[in-house]
């Protein structure tokens, strides 16, 4: 009786030990945002419309170019003239069809003196910025709300974990500008003050009005001062 107890202990903590390192196994997937490519090459066929778990269907082999490899579209420095002073050019598969399945993207971010890139978060990617031009004050909180922030110049990175929210500031004289590189083909971007006031159709005044503690006609006035953001 007791060597079938011992037995059966031995068997519970065997299947653990495995199970544990099953799922030790499955963590390190984690670190993968986006699925790993199948092909060498597999530039997005926009146009078909469809979408698919590893992202868009390829365009047939024989028609990709080294043009495909190519692409200007963060080569302009973005209109700052909105309310926060501040232009994210996107460089995602959407703009760039050359990454899809790549697991990779990039943003350029312009900033007047003085522009606010708003709170904001990106679910589906982690994000490694570098500063271009100019002096940033950035800041970072986690999940479990404690803030990281700090003064970034020309020259230096910061990096932004998968889904936190995060903003910066140009506390510079003249213009500053970003890069940001994701590990996603098509990071997402969340902005606060998009997301709850400038979304299609409108959350009620009513209950931003009790989640900010704010009266419902400085709601109203928000929403309507944070046009084109
Ligand atoms: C920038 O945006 C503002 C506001 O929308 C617009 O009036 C202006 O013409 C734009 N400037 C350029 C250079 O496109």
Redo the contacts with the bound molecule.
């Keep these: 009786m007791a060597g079938q107890t011992t037995t059966a202990t031995t068997l519970f903590l065997l299947m653990s030990m495995i199970l544990m390192i099953i799922l030790l196994l499955d963590f390190s997937y984690v670190c993968h945002a986006d699925p790993d490519p199948v092909d060498d090459i597999c530039i997005a066929d926009l146009s078909t419309g469809q979408r698919f778990a590893n992202g868009y269907p390829c365009k047939p082999a024989s028609q990709v170019t080294a043009d495909d490899l190519v692409s200007d579209v963060l080569a302009k420095e973005g ?1 700052t ?2 309310v926060f002073g501040s232009f994210t050019t996107h460089g995602t598969v959407v703009k760039f069809p050359g990454l899809n399945t790549m697991g990779m993207s990039m943003n350029r971010v312009d900033f007047a003196p003085g522009g606010i890139n708003a709170p904001h978060t990106h679910p589906r990617a982690s994000e490694l910025v570098i500063v271009v031009r100019g002096t940033l004050f950035i800041g970072i909180i986690t999940a479990d709300n404690k803030y990281f922030s700090k003064v970034v110049k020309k020259g230096e990175m910061f990096i932004v974990p998968r889904g936190l929210m995060h903003f910066q500031c140009n506390i510079g004289k003249g213009k500053a500008q970003t890069y940001a590189a994701f590990n996603s083909q098509l990071p997402g971007g969340i902005s606060v003050p998009k997301s709850l006031f400038r979304s299609t159709p409108s959350i009620p005044d009513g209950l931003l009005s009790k989640v900010f503690q704010l009266d419902e006609a400085t709601v109203r006035a928000s929403k309507a001062k944070l046009v ?1 953001i």
């Design positions: 209109n003239s909105n084109n």
